[in-house]
């Protein structure tokens, strides 16, 4: 089955600075790879996505870039704000309706 | 924005007693999945439904667990005799599959805390 690594699993940064975290992948058939950001006790919400046949998408302050041939995929965020601060989850699968399978988890903190 | 609304938020249970945690899905989606997360942990898998039957399970979804859509509207999962390891959130989610169906991924309900004593 797939397995999504993810890294760091805690990464601390000052207000302003940009955040990066990374994702790899092993099932060369997952197509579809959303990143999710969970505030404590709060359910995952979906901030963005992407699918294979694109290499980057970028909303605002994030961005995820996907390298198909290295099976990794990473989050951006610019301009970090401390209402960044969360646990940030990557995800894969197979297609829209498919299973999900996710990483470990990246605590972001942003300090003011 | 349309939700997916779960009840209860929290649960306390007894070991060996069942529990059934409720979900509402979006109502012109067609996937239903169950997820759980221990306290800590990343975002687990446990089923799939599609056209009222069980598309794919994990080894996590034993003979425990069941899930049912037993109206138009709600889509529940019972663990039938509960252990202490299945303390965790339980998140319900739904995703769409109308044709012309733009949103492409999950919305995740906010959660049943389960807690078992």
């Known amino acids: 089955g797939e397995n999504v690594e993810q890294h760091p699993s805690t990464l601390s940064v000052q207000e302003g600075d940009s955040a990066v975290i990374k994702c790899t992948y092993s099932?060369?058939?997952?197509?579809?790879f959303p990143w999710y950001k969970q505030e404590l006790g709060k359910r995952p919400q979906l901030i963005i996505d992407?699918?294979?046949?694109?290499g980057e998408k970028k909303d605002q302050r994030i961005a995820v870039t996907l390298n198909k041939t290295a099976k990794h995929f990473s989050l951006h965020i610019t301009e970090t704000q401390p209402e960044d601060s969360a646990v940030y989850f990557c995800?894969?699968?197979?297609?829209?309706?498919?299973?999900?399978?996710f990483g470990k988890g990246t605590m972001l903190l942003v300090s003011p | 924005e349309p939700e997916v609304t779960q009840t209860p938020s929290h649960q306390v249970t007894q070991m060996g007693q069942e529990v059934i945690l409720r979900c509402v899905p979006i109502?012109?989606?067609?996937?239903f999945y169950w997820y759980r997360q221990i306290l800590g942990q990343k975002v687990e898998f446990l089923v799939s439904?599609?056209?009222?039957?069980?598309?794919?399970k994990s080894e996590i979804f034993d003979d425990q667990f069941s899930v049912e859509r037993p109206d138009g509207s709600n889509f529940t999962l019972k663990i039938r005799s509960t252990k202490l390891e299945d303390s965790a959130m339980y998140f319900c989610?739904?995703?769409?599959?109308?044709?012309?169906?733009?949103?492409?991924?999950?919305?995740f309900g906010s959660g049943t805390r389960l807690t078992v004593v």
């Open positions: 439904f599609y056209n009222n039957e069980i598309s794919e």
């Open positions: 099932d060369s058939a997952s197509n579809y």
């Open positions: 109502s012109n989606h067609l996937y």
């Open positions: 989610a739904s995703s769409g599959g109308t044709a012309g169906d733009s949103n492409y991924g999950y919305t």
């Open positions: 995800a894969a699968s197979r297609g829209r309706y498919s299973t999900l399978t």
């Open positions: 992407i699918r294979s046949n694109v």
